[in-house]
């Protein structure tokens, strides 16, 4: 069964540094998202990506974070310069067609700043 | 703006016995998608249960079954036959279906331990 992947399972960073978080969604899905869990919290949705541009971006996702889709099958969130308050578990997701709603998550990568 | 809004932050049931967890949401749209997920002590977010806001039935997937209270904007889980292997947290979650912008509006979950 196809599923979404995502590397590093966990990463740690100091303050300051650029992180980069790879995602390869489901093959043949056309959208994609980056989703954020503080330890203890919700999920919160960052960004979502359609056609090789960002379809609607949440407050959280300021200048520091990007997203890009380099090649045919990865999808990658960068922080540029990350606070100690990035430290949290993301999800990566991805969804079919318009025909098709569901949401498939990855298995996250917690991302520790220290 | 659509909020999700889960007001057990715990329950806890016993093995092969039934539980309910509820969700109510808060929306001016009529069409939309309402989930369950389920996130184990992994923390990979893994999909339940889905119901579509314009289907009448009640989603059912197995052990797992909602009630859909369109009018009371209410979405809650029932399971049955609990499981050790249920324990977990649940989130609840709303998506309006826009087809450029879909984001899952989550709620703040509610863990559940089952007991042997």
């Known amino acids: 069964e196809p599923e979404v992947t995502q590397t590093p399972s966990h990463q740690v960073t100091q303050m300051g540094q650029e992180v980069i978080l790879r995602c390869v969604p489901i093959?043949?899905?056309?959208?994609f998202y980056w989703y954020r869990q503080i330890l203890g919290q919700k999920v919160e949705f960052l960004v979502s990506?359609?056609?090789?541009?960002?379809?609607?971006k949440s407050e959280i996702f300021d200048d520091q974070f990007s997203v890009e889709r380099p090649d045919g099958s990865n999808f990658t969130l960068k922080i540029r310069s990350t606070k100690l308050e990035d430290s949290a578990m993301y999800f990566c997701?991805?969804?079919?067609?318009?025909?098709?709603?569901?949401?498939?998550f990855g298995p996250g990568t917690r991302l520790t700043v220290t | 703006a659509q909020t999700v809004t889960q007001s057990q932050p715990e329950m806890s049931v016993q093995e092969a016995e039934t539980v309910t967890l509820s969700c109510t949401y808060d929306?001016?749209?009529?069409?939309?998608?309402l989930f369950w997920y389920k996130q184990p002590p992994s923390r990979q977010m893994i999909l339940v249960i889905r119901?579509?806001?314009?289907?009448?039935q009640n989603a059912t997937e197995n052990r797992f079954s909602v009630n859909f209270q369109k009018a009371a904007k209410s979405f809650s889980l029932k399971i049955s036959d609990s499981q050790l292997g249920d324990a977990a947290m649940y989130f609840c979650?709303?998506?309006?279906?826009?087809?450029?912008?879909?984001?899952?509006?989550f709620g703040t979950g509610t863990r559940l331990q089952v007991f042997p």
């Open positions: 929306t001016s749209e009529s069409d939309y998608y």
């Open positions: 119901q579509e806001a314009y289907k009448q």
């Open positions: 979650a709303y998506r309006y279906p826009n087809y450029n912008t879909d984001k899952l509006i």
């Open positions: 997701a991805s969804s079919g067609t318009t025909l098709s709603y569901e949401q498939y």
């Open positions: 990506f359609y056609n090789n541009e960002i379809s609607e």
């Open positions: 093959s043949n899905h056309l959208y």
